[in-house]
């Protein structure tokens, strides 16, 4: 079974940098892409970004691009997502997510992922 551990949230001001890390244990890691996703107050869960499994394809919503960076570490089964230049809007509940290499269908979409984690709350205060 897939577990997946958030850690690395907390508050920072607006311009600031976090970096979230996602533990993933089960097995076989890199048969997996993985996703990070978000969920504000009120609002939908959205996509963040997204690796594949063997970190040659990386993918970013139009709102974190050029500011956040996904990368994996296959070795200590940990998927990473550097945030940088902080926005108040970036506050929200940080989710890791898990798809199956031979998964089809789009890294944006959430039910194309089978397992998530608790997630990590990230706070930017302005």
């Known amino acids: 079974q897939v577990q997946l551990v958030e850690s690395g949230g907390g508050l920072e001001q607006a311009g600031g940098s976090l970096r979230l890390s996602c533990a993933f244990s089960?097995?076989?890691?890199?048969?997996?892409?993985m996703g990070w996703f978000r969920q504000a107050p009120g609002k939908e869960r959205e996509f963040v970004s997204a690796?594949?499994?063997?970190?040659?394809?990386?993918y970013y919503s139009d709102s974190v691009k050029g500011r956040f960076t996904i990368s994996r570490d296959n070795a200590k089964n940990t998927v990473y997502l550097q945030m940088s230049s902080l926005k108040p809007e970036d506050t929200a509940v940080y989710y890791c997510?898990?798809?199956?290499?031979?998964?089809?269908?789009?890294?944006?979409?959430?039910?194309?992922?089978?397992?998530w984690g608790q997630g990590t709350q990230v706070t930017v205060s302005s």
């Open positions: 997510a898990a798809r199956s290499r031979y998964s089809s269908g789009s890294y944006y979409y959430p039910p194309n992922y089978a397992y």
């Open positions: 089960g097995r076989y890691f890199s048969n997996y892409g």
């Open positions: 690796i594949s499994w063997n970190g040659g394809s990386t």
